[in-house]
């Protein structure tokens, strides 16, 4: 649910700094084009430094969630059957609720790395708002 939730939220830096790129584009008017070739590559630059690192963000948090997980499924199951074995002498059954040990100090480092690699998302959605809010060139173009 962790990695679903950052997954969205890498979503949403990319549509702010979409927004904030389109409120900067000004059509052409009747002195000439206003919105300058600086401009252009600024905000070029903007959406890729927050694009490519939004990508690099969710596949980061996509291999880390999945791991993370496995893992703790996997020794929540291994301290569940560790448990019931030896209660399977005493006539225990296997629909005890049984403590699953460690599992939850693994889940907690495994949601830790997650909001790690979630930084990487939101240091390039900066990185595109600095780029965005420099001071915009406007052409000198006269016909």
């Known amino acids: 649910l962790v990695a679903i939730?950052?997954?969205?939220?890498?979503?949403?830096?990319?549509?702010?700094?979409?927004?904030?790129?389109?409120?900067?584009?000004?059509?052409?008017?009747?002195?000439?084009?206003?919105y300058s070739e600086y401009?252009?590559?600024?905000?070029?630059?903007a959406g890729l430094c927050c694009g490519l690192s939004c990508l690099a963000a969710g596949a980061a948090t996509g291999v880390a969630g999945e791991v993370g997980i496995k893992s703790t499924g996997l020794r929540a199951e291994l301290n569940h059957a560790k448990a019931t074995r030896g209660m399977m002498g005493m006539g225990g059954g296997g629909g005890d609720i049984v403590d699953e040990g460690d599992?939850?100090?693994?889940?907690?480092?495994s949601v830790t790395i997650?909001?790690?690699?979630?930084?990487?998302?939101?240091?390039?959605?900066i990185i595109a708002l600095i780029i965005t809010s420099s001071d915009i060139y406007e052409c000198d173009y006269a016909n």
Do not use: D, K, Q
């Open 5 to 34: 939730i950052m997954a969205g939220v890498l979503g949403i830096y990319g549509l702010i700094v979409a927004i904030i790129i389109s409120g900067g584009v000004a059509e052409p008017g009747a002195n000439g084009n206003t």
């Open 39 to 45: 401009t252009g590559w600024a905000h070029l630059a």
């Open 103 to 109: 599992a939850g100090r693994l889940y907690i480092g």
């Open 114 to 125: 997650l909001s790690f690699s979630g930084a990487i998302g939101l240091y390039g959605f």
